[in-house]
C-alpha cells in the first residue's frame, strides 16, 4: 500500500524558510519520480516541483527556481523540499505526489501522479 506523509508546514515570516518532508512507504521509494506540488486558495493545485530516485533528476517550476530545492534521502525513504526568501504568494497548502509510472519521467501535470499525501499548511506573513 502507498503511503505518503507530509509534514514541516508552519507559519513563517516572509523572508523565511522552510522545510517539508514527505515519507514514502517502502514500495514507492527508489522506483517513482515523487513530486511536490500546491494549492493557494481559490486557486487550482500547481506543480512546485520533482525528483527520481534512482539516478537524481530534478524538475521545478519557474517561481520555484532558485528558491526551492527538492531532494532524497535514500535511508529515510523520504523527499523533501527545502524552500528559501519565502514570500506571502507561497501561502498554500503543500502536497507531495507519486508518479503513476516508473518510468522515470519527471512529470509535472497532476494527471501524471497517482497517490497524493494529506497536504501540509504553508503560511507565509508578511
Known amino acids: 500500500q502507498v503511503q505518503l506523509v507530509e509534514s514541516g508546514g508552519g507559519l513563517v515570516q516572509a523572508g523565511g524558510s522552510l522545510r517539508l518532508s514527505c515519507a514514502a512507504s517502502?514500495?514507492?521509494?527508489?522506483?517513482?519520480?515523487m513530486g511536490w506540488f500546491r494549492q493557494a486558495p481559490g486557486k487550482e493545485r500547481e506543480f512546485v516541483a520533482a525528483?527520481?530516485?534512482?539516478?537524481?533528476?530534478?524538475s521545478y517550476a519557474d517561481f520555484a527556481k532558485g528558491r526551492f530545492t527538492i531532494y532524497l534521502e535514500n535511508a529515510k525513504n523520504t523527499v523533501y523540499l527545502q524552500m528559501n526568501s519565502l514570500t506571502p504568494e507561497d501561502t498554500a497548502v503543500y502536497y507531495c505526489?507519486?508518479?503513476?509510472?516508473?518510468?522515470?519521467?519527471?512529470?509535472?501535470?497532476?494527471?501524471?501522479?497517482?497517490?497524493w499525501g494529506q497536504g501540509t499548511q504553508v503560511t507565509v506573513s508578511s
Open positions: 517502502r514500495r514507492t521509494a527508489g522506483t517513482y519520480t
Open positions: 525528483i527520481t530516485w534512482s539516478v537524481v533528476r530534478t
Open positions: 505526489a507519486k508518479d503513476s509510472f516508473s518510468s522515470g519521467r519527471l512529470g509535472f501535470r497532476l494527471s501524471e501522479y497517482d497517490y
